[in-house]
T-cell receptor, first 113, second 117 residues
Framework: AQSVTQLDSQVPVFEEAPVELRCNYS??????LFWYVQYPNQGLQLLLK??????LVESINGFEAEFNKSQTSFHLRKPSVHISDTAEYFC???????????FGKGTRLSVIA | ETGVTQSPTHLIKTRGQQVTLRCSSQ?????VSWYQQALGQGPQFIFQ???????GRGNFPPRFSGLQFPNYSSELNVNALELDDSALYLC????????????????FGPGTRLTVL
């Protein structure tokens, strides 16, 4: 079985500062890794994913995450956050292409002006 | 192209009642998954439907049941509601796989917020 641990439940950060949201996973098999974002009163949107290949993956809005197999981590980073990045961020794993997602408990990112 | 839609957006029920939540999958998507997201938690997998059959189930009791229709839309039914069933219920649809090993992204709807009093 897979599990996901998001080490920080809340992360406050000032606008234009860098941020890192931490995610560690546990699995006995290879997994796909994801970050989802949830804005208030909305569903989940896929932010970025790691399936294979380059361990560094990027989103269109400046976020990036690096898959580290030895540390079983998939931390999310952004060099300069905006007010609009305020949201809940969920790390998730999946065993294969069509199996259920296993989510962490989420990290609430609050960007302060 | 219309995305995944869910109805209703909000619902209030009392303990012991039954509820039906509905999901319309994105066009061409033949797999639907349901997740429960309790307050302050990440979504938890309830079950998945593929070609009108249940195709996997999470750790939820039998009073959580579902249906998938020939047009791939889906229903989640919960009987004998309990206070702990209060949550955001998310539906996600997935397109047919290109190959057995290909990854199929799940597209989420906005959710139905159920409050049980």
């Amino acid at each position: 079985a897979q599990s996901v641990t998001q080490l920080d439940s809340q992360v406050p950060v000032f606008e234009e500062a860098p941020v890192e949201l931490r995610c560690n996973y546990s699995s006995s098999v290879s997994v796909y890794l994801f970050w989802y974002v949830q804005y208030p009163n909305q569903g989940l949107q896929l932010l970025l994913k790691y399936l294979s290949g380059s361990t560094l993956v990027e989103s269109i809005n400046g976020f990036e995450a690096e898959f580290n197999k030895s540390q079983t981590s998939f931390h999310l980073r952004k060099p300069s956050v905006h007010i609009s990045d305020t949201a809940e961020y969920f790390c998730a794993v999946s065993r294969s292409g069509n199996t259920p997602l296993v989510f962490g408990k989420g990290t609430r990112l609050s960007v302060i002006a | 192209e219309t995305g995944v839609t869910q109805s209703p957006t909000h619902l209030i029920k009392t303990r012991g009642q039954q509820v039906t939540l509905r999901c319309s999958s994105q066009s061409g998507h033949n797999t639907v998954s349901w997740y429960q997201q309790a307050l302050g938690q990440g979504p938890q997998f309830i079950f998945q439907y593929y070609r009108e059959e249940e195709n996997g189930r999470g750790n939820f009791p039998p009073r959580f049941s579902g249906l998938q229709f020939p047009n791939y839309s889906s229903e989640l039914n919960v009987n004998a509601l309990e206070l702990d069933d209060s949550a955001l219920y998310l539906c996600a649809s997935t397109p047919p796989p290109i190959s057995e090993s290909s990854y199929n992204e799940q597209f989420f709807g906005p959710g139905t917020r159920l409050t049980v009093l």
